[in-house]
């Protein structure tokens, strides 16, 4: 099989969307077969050797460019690679329209949209009605983006929507070492990961802020650590102050990837109280440490967490918000159950499910 | 129709947990002075108070099955129970009594919670597996009946029928959530599956909730919406729709009318509660006894209606004169029968207490006709709000934003509104959902102290349920949104909820033919335009009863149940409403801005907007019942 990926972005950021994009092209190369090649367009990242390619293609991968935000460029390159491609796998909403249009220059093409989340869950404007009326696929990252995006466009072929979940990155291991890194020091000691964005306040730290005093109150050494950075964390600060918890957070800002892997081993348990996450790749990756995880009944979230790995609240609810991480603090979750239910999103699961919707 | 109540706790000494069931039953006595019985084993305690409707010598509840394996508490009644016993009986199940409770719990022991979809009627019920040691319970499609409950520490669980029963558990807490006063102000009910009190759950409409014997507890939607399109199943003209809608309204009166004690009806002189008196009169049986309440002030009476509708029925007719200073006199009696606070529902209380004064026990309501035949003015406008959404998004965002605050800053409140839409709502969902709102939302934040505030606007201006009712109306139609929106939200939330527990104040059991989970099947997927013309209102169910229903009655245009509270609120309410908003009184409510809620009442009083009713009674409820509740 011939494909196409066409991305916002890979590895410029380390954002929720790029993780998982890499993952596709991992995928795609490990699936397409004898004779097969994988092509890549990236809209954002910056031309030059990129060390981690390596880790997401193979012998498979053909051409990979990146068009360092030159539009023009990018909407060129893809229109040239997918003359010669099967299928092209379209990274994110707003390219759908050249996944279209290279449609119409080779007929025989095929093109599949990957439908992460808040990106999908709002009414399309013409061009993309159009572009979404003629996918071959659409990836949904939850069965809950899947239904938002039938409520938009009511007459797409439901038949055509597939939920094909996140995944976890397999050259992020949760290995021995990171497991016996995990020191309870501060109980209980609960991490959150992010962005800060003030667009992204729906993200609930502040709502994890306002939980502290009340869980204070049950354990004096409650820390609550919060990896990320953005133009909300004034705020975010401010509130902390006010409420005369600043002494109990920390701000981690932007860590490396062995940094947080040491941060989700070393946590008692994760939260990310969010209203909008279509799926929270957070979560597995909490999950694949054995870290029970709280989350929003929001979203794609219930997807992910149930009752046997964390709690989920409702967005905005500060005492059932603090009562989920007492609760988790009084009765915790098997950590061998938490691991499995993250094993159930493996890379190999995600991949096969990948090749059965593009084939 | 009954009140039920139980503690499942892996923690609680039994004796607690006796006691505390006992108190909860007592508590609910009203809903069912008949019998009362009590069911004690391991962790779990279930007791239940009867009013007796079927087979009223047996029935006693909780019953087990006579392997002693399930154990069932219901509040409702089964309508088809007849019909599912000879079903039952053929795959070998043998009855001792002529209630259907008997049935329903049979039928969950051969079924499971597959017995579900089978049920035709209003229930709410719990059953303890004593093999498998799992707890479930369910509520009926539409929400006809209620089920509150609250987790308790240990994987334990406290359920009822009335939230006040909860609270005299003694477990739980009698805080209000400022959040869910928030949601009030914004609904004129909290919707589900919020209450007023913090920590307390309502289990949603059409919603089922299990523990397992680990001790997890899941809910679930067991009932949705009916397919929007079922091709072979609709009409194939007017005619025809006309016809097979005469059928199902034959056969929702003659399931409605079982009973073993008297049964009446509510008669408004409106088109629906009009209808359904006219069918059951056709039906046959002793004459029937039909209810309404009269209003002294002129333009709100619909006496003239209802006794035209009554005299061409042959009914054995009751009015009921209604006045503001017996509304003002039986206030206290009022609020102390709320379980959450209601800007709506006086009408029921009185047309139940004048029913069963009048020696029916059960009485039948046109309630959910304006649900299913676009009796609101929502089926007019919102389509049409809904083809302008387009062209307003494709104006510059600046454009946008300047308009809206510009509506924002209006003194008139439909302006408010109308920016609520136009910078809130995507879809019709979202308009459909936005316009059964009370408040604009900048008056309902202002309303709010700071805390209450923030978390209000944390929930955001949405429903609660946004997204399971707009994913459970994929693909239906502009008619069938906004009618499963109306069924949803304000007859499940408001109507529904009202009727429950102002009927059940005076040990009557309402029933409400419309709201029918058969004839909603039959009617959902027919075409829109046989169910709702713009330009008759009702004209469906008018046709199909035309031969009942006299010609004047069909044609005159929508009243409803309405009370003249404008002119009440300023004359024999108004020592009432000068006490609640006063500054002694609002200081029972800490998430309320009292300044604000003083000038509510205040502009009220002089710039006298007869429209501003409803606004300013709905806080006044809250306030009262903040209130109430320190008494």
């Given at each position: 099989?011939?494909?196409?990926?066409?991305?916002?972005?890979?590895?410029?950021?380390?954002?929720?969307i790029a993780?998982?994009?890499?993952?596709?092209?991992?995928?795609?190369?490990?699936?397409?077969?004898?004779?097969?090649?994988?092509?890549s367009?990236?809209?954002?990242?910056?031309?030059?050797?990129?060390?981690?390619?390596?880790?997401?293609?193979?012998?498979h991968?053909?051409?990979?460019?990146?068009?360092?935000?030159?539009?023009?460029t990018?909407?060129?390159?893809?229109?040239?690679?997918?003359?010669?491609?099967?299928?092209?796998?379209?990274?994110?909403?707003?390219?759908?329209?050249?996944?279209?249009?290279?449609?119409?220059l080779?007929?025989?093409?095929?093109?599949?949209?990957?439908a992460?989340?808040?990106?999908?869950?709002?009414?399309?404007?013409?061009?993309e009605r159009?572009?979404?009326?003629?996918?071959?696929?659409?990836?949904?990252?939850?069965?809950?983006?899947?239904?938002?995006?039938?409520?938009?466009?009511?007459?797409?072929?439901p038949?055509?929507?597939?939920?094909?979940?996140?995944?976890?990155?397999?050259t992020?291991?949760?290995?021995e070492?990171?497991?016996?890194?995990?020191?309870?020091?501060?109980?209980p000691?609960?991490?959150?990961?992010g962005?800060?964005a003030?667009?992204?306040?729906?993200?609930?730290?502040?709502?994890?802020?306002?939980?502290?005093?009340?869980?204070r109150?049950?354990?004096?050494a409650?820390?609550?650590?919060?990896?990320?950075?953005?133009?909300?964390?004034?705020?975010?600060?401010?509130?902390?102050?006010?409420?005369?918890?600043?002494?109990?957070?920390?701000?981690?800002?932007?860590i490396?990837?062995?940094?947080?892997r040491?941060?989700?081993?070393a946590c008692?348990?994760?939260?990310?109280?969010?209203?909008?996450?279509?799926?929270?790749?957070?979560?597995?990756?909490?999950?694949?440490?054995?870290k029970?995880c709280?989350g929003?009944?929001a979203?794609?979230?219930?997807?992910?967490?149930?009752?046997?790995?964390?709690?989920l609240?409702?967005?905005?609810?500060i005492?059932?918000?603090?009562?989920?991480?007492?609760?988790?603090?009084?009765?915790?979750?098997?950590?061998?159950?938490?691991?499995?239910?993250?094993a159930?999103?493996?890379f190999?699961?995600?991949?096969?499910?990948l090749h059965?919707?593009?084939? | 129709?009954?009140g039920?109540?139980?503690?499942?706790?892996?923690?609680?000494?039994?004796?607690?947990?006796?006691?505390?069931?006992?108190?909860?039953?007592?508590h609910?006595?009203?809903?069912?002075?008949?019998?009362?019985?009590?069911?004690?084993?391991?962790?779990?305690?279930?007791?239940?108070?009867?009013?007796a409707i079927?087979?009223?010598?047996n029935g006693?509840?909780?019953?087990s099955?006579?392997?002693?394996?399930?154990?069932?508490?219901?509040?409702?009644?089964?309508?088809?129970h007849?019909?599912?016993?000879?079903?039952?009986?053929?795959?070998?199940?043998?009855?001792?009594?002529?209630?259907?409770?008997e049935?329903?719990?049979?039928?969950f022991?051969?079924?499971?919670?597959?017995?579900?979809p089978?049920?035709?009627g209003?229930?709410?019920f719990?059953?303890?597996?004593?093999?498998?040691?799992?707890?479930?319970?369910?509520?009926?499609?539409?929400?006809?009946?209620?089920?509150?409950?609250?987790?308790?520490?240990?994987?334990?669980?406290?359920?009822?029928?009335?939230?006040?029963?909860?609270?005299?558990?003694?477990?739980?807490?009698?805080?209000i959530?400022?959040?869910?006063?928030?949601?009030?102000?914004?609904?004129?009910?909290?919707?589900?599956?919020?209450?007023?009190?913090?920590?307390?759950?309502?289990?949603?409409?059409?919603?089922?909730?299990?523990?397992?014997?680990?001790?997890?507890?899941?809910t679930?939607?067991?009932?949705?919406?009916?397919?929007?399109?079922q091709?072979?199943?609709?009409?194939?003209?007017?005619?025809?729709?006309?016809?097979g809608?005469?059928?199902?309204l034959?056969?929702t009166?003659?399931?409605?009318r079982?009973?073993?004690v008297?049964?009446?009806?509510?008669?408004?002189?409106?088109?629906?509660?009009?209808?359904?008196?006219?069918?059951?009169a056709?039906?046959?049986?002793?004459?029937?006894?039909?209810?309404?309440l009269?209003?002294?002030?002129?333009g709100?009476?619909?006496?003239?209606?209802?006794?035209?509708?009554?005299?061409?029925?042959?009914?054995?007719?009751?009015?009921?004169?209604?006045?503001?200073?017996?509304?003002?006199?039986?206030?206290?009696?009022?609020?102390a029968?709320?379980?959450?606070?209601?800007?709506?529902?006086?009408?029921?209380?009185?047309?139940?207490?004048?029913?069963?004064?009048?020696?029916?026990?059960?009485?039948?309501?046109?309630?959910?006709?304006?649900?299913?035949?676009?009796?609101?003015?929502?089926?007019?406008?919102?389509p049409?709000?809904?083809?302008?959404?387009?062209?307003?998004r494709?104006?510059?965002?600046?454009?946008?934003?300047?308009?809206?605050?510009?509506?924002?800053g209006?003194?008139?409140t439909?302006?408010?509104?109308?920016a609520?839409?136009?910078?809130?709502?995507?879809?019709?969902?979202?308009?459909?959902?936005?316009?059964?709102?009370?408040?604009?939302e900048?008056?309902?934040?202002?309303?709010l102290?700071?805390?209450?505030?923030?978390?209000?606007?944390?929930?955001g201006?949405?429903?609660?349920?946004?997204?399971?009712f707009?994913?459970?109306?994929a693909g239906?139609d502009?008619?069938?949104?906004?009618?499963g929106?109306?069924?949803?939200?304000?007859?499940?939330?408001?109507l529904?909820?009202?009727?429950?527990?102002?009927?059940?104040?005076?040990?009557?059991?309402?029933?409400?033919?419309?709201?029918?989970?058969?004839?909603?099947?039959?009617?959902?997927?027919?075409?829109?335009?046989?169910?709702y013309?713009p330009?008759?209102?009702?004209?469906?169910?008018?046709?199909?009863?035309?031969?009942?229903v006299?010609?004047?009655l069909?044609?005159?245009?929508?009243?409803?149940?309405?009370l003249p509270?404008?002119?009440?609120?300023?004359?024999?309410?108004?020592p009432?409403?000068?006490?609640?908003?006063?500054?002694?009184?609002?200081?029972?409510?800490p998430?309320?801005?009292?300044?604000?809620v003083?000038?509510?009442w205040?502009?009220?009083?002089?710039?006298s907007?007869?429209?501003?009713?409803?606004?300013?009674?709905t806080?006044a409820?809250?306030?009262?019942?903040a209130n109430?509740?320190?008494?």
């Amino acid at each position: 099989m011939k494909s196409l990926l066409v991305s916002p972005e890979l590895f410029l950021n380390n954002g929720g969307i790029a993780r998982i994009l890499r993952l596709y092209l991992k995928s795609l190369c490990e699936n397409a077969g004898a004779g097969g090649r994988v092509d890549s367009v990236v809209l954002n990242d910056r031309p030059g050797a990129e060390p981690r390619l390596g880790r997401y293609s193979d012998p498979h991968l053909g051409e990979h460019i990146a068009c360092d935000r030159r539009k023009l460029t990018f909407i060129r390159q893809t229109l040239r690679l997918a003359r010669k491609a099967d299928w092209l796998v379209c990274g994110h909403l707003h390219h759908l329209p050249i996944a279209w249009l290279a449609r119409r220059l080779n007929p025989r093409l095929k093109y599949a949209l990957v439908a992460h989340g808040i990106e999908v869950w709002r009414p399309y404007s013409a061009v993309e009605r159009l572009a979404l009326r003629d996918a071959h696929r659409v990836l949904c990252v939850s069965d809950y983006t899947r239904r938002q995006i039938l409520r938009f466009c009511h007459d797409l072929r439901p038949e055509r929507l597939v939920v094909v979940p996140n995944t976890l990155d397999p050259t992020f291991d949760s290995d021995e070492d990171t497991r016996a890194t995990a020191q309870p020091f501060a109980l209980p000691r609960i991490l959150s990961v992010g962005r800060l964005a003030a667009t992204d306040s729906y993200k609930g730290y502040d709502t994890l802020i306002e939980a502290l005093p009340a869980i204070r109150h049950e354990h004096p050494a409650v820390r609550l650590r919060i990896v990320g950075q953005g133009d909300d964390q004034p705020r975010l600060v401010a509130l902390a102050a006010q409420l005369g918890v600043t002494g109990l957070i920390d701000f981690l800002g932007s860590i490396n990837d062995e940094a947080l892997r040491a941060e989700y081993a070393a946590c008692d348990l994760f939260a990310l109280p969010s209203r909008r996450e279509g799926f929270g790749l957070v979560y597995l990756e909490a999950m694949s440490h054995g870290k029970p995880c709280i989350g929003a009944r929001a979203g794609g979230v219930p997807e992910v967490i149930n009752e046997e790995v964390g709690q989920l609240v409702e967005y905005g609810n500060i005492p059932e918000l603090a009562a989920a991480v007492m609760e988790l603090m009084r009765r915790p979750r098997d950590s061998e159950i938490v691991r499995q239910h993250a094993a159930s999103f493996a890379f190999p699961v995600f991949s096969q499910r990948l090749h059965a919707a593009l084939t | 129709m009954c009140g039920i109540a139980g503690i499942f706790s892996p923690t609680l000494p039994p004796a607690d947990r006796e006691a505390a069931v006992a108190r909860m039953v007592q508590h609910q006595a009203h809903r069912g002075p008949d019998d009362r019985g009590y069911y004690s084993r391991g962790e779990l305690t279930m007791g239940m108070c009867r009013l007796a409707i079927f087979d009223p010598a047996n029935g006693h509840q909780p019953m087990s099955t006579p392997d002693g394996r399930f154990t069932i508490v219901f509040n409702g009644a089964i309508y088809n129970h007849r019909e599912l016993r000879a079903g039952l009986e053929a795959k070998g199940w043998s009855f001792r009594t002529q209630c259907d409770t008997e049935v329903l719990l049979a039928a969950f022991a051969h079924h499971g919670p597959d017995c579900l979809p089978r049920l035709r009627g209003m229930f709410a019920f719990a059953i303890w597996d004593e093999r498998e040691r799992t707890f479930f319970a369910a509520r009926d499609p539409l929400g006809i009946k209620p089920l509150y409950y609250a987790r308790q520490p240990g994987a334990g669980l406290i359920f009822g029928s009335e939230l006040s029963a909860l609270l005299v558990s003694g477990y739980l807490s009698r805080e209000i959530d400022p959040a869910s006063a928030g949601e009030y102000l914004a609904w004129f009910s909290v919707p589900a599956p919020r209450t007023i009190y913090q920590g307390i759950a309502n289990l949603p409409a059409g919603h089922c909730l299990a523990i397992d014997a680990h001790g997890t507890l899941r809910t679930r939607a067991c009932w949705k919406m009916p397919a929007p399109a079922q091709p072979g199943r609709v009409a194939g003209n007017y005619q025809e729709f006309i016809h097979g809608l005469r059928h199902q309204l034959e056969d929702t009166i003659r399931a409605h009318r079982v009973a073993d004690v008297p049964v009446g009806a509510f008669l408004s002189g409106g088109m629906d509660s009009t209808a359904v008196v006219a069918l059951m009169a056709r039906a046959g049986g002793a004459r029937l006894k039909t209810f309404s309440l009269v209003f002294g002030e002129a333009g709100y009476s619909e006496q003239a209606s209802a006794r035209l509708a009554a005299q061409a029925c042959d009914t054995d007719h009751t009015e009921d004169l209604l006045t503001g200073a017996r509304v003002a006199a039986d206030l206290p009696q009022i609020l102390a029968s709320f379980d959450q606070p209601t800007g709506d529902g006086i009408n029921t209380y009185y047309a139940s207490q004048m029913a069963r004064a009048g020696g029916v026990t059960v009485a039948l309501s046109g309630l959910g006709g304006d649900e299913l035949f676009g009796g609101y003015p929502s089926f007019r406008d919102l389509p049409r709000l809904q083809r302008f959404l387009p062209f307003w998004r494709k104006l510059p965002a600046g454009v946008r934003h300047s308009l809206v605050t510009r509506l924002q800053g209006s003194s008139n409140t439909r302006a408010r509104k109308l920016a609520d839409f136009l910078s809130q709502a995507r879809d019709l969902h979202e308009l459909a959902a936005l316009q059964r709102r009370v408040l604009p939302e900048g008056q309902r934040l202002a309303l709010l102290a700071p805390e209450a505030r923030r978390q209000a606007e944390r929930l955001g201006p949405t429903h609660p349920m946004l997204d399971d009712f707009a994913s459970e109306l994929a693909g239906a139609d502009p008619f069938q949104i906004i009618s499963g929106w109306e069924l949803r939200t304000y007859m499940t939330d408001t109507l529904l909820r009202d009727s429950d527990v102002f009927s059940m104040a005076h040990s009557l059991e309402l029933r409400v033919p419309f709201v029918d989970r058969v004839l909603l099947e039959w009617l959902w997927p027919q075409a829109a335009w046989f169910k709702y013309d713009p330009r008759r209102t009702k004209a469906a169910l008018a046709d199909a009863t035309a031969d009942l229903v006299p010609a004047a009655l069909r044609n005159r245009p929508k009243q409803g149940f309405a009370l003249p509270f404008a002119k009440w609120m300023l004359a024999d309410l108004r020592p009432f409403l000068e006490e609640t908003f006063s500054p002694g009184s609002l200081a029972a409510c800490p998430w309320l801005d009292a300044t604000e809620v003083a000038n509510l009442w205040h502009r009220y009083t002089t710039q006298s907007d007869p429209r501003a009713w409803s606004r300013v009674w709905t806080v006044a409820m809250l306030v009262a019942f903040a209130n109430r509740r320190q008494a």
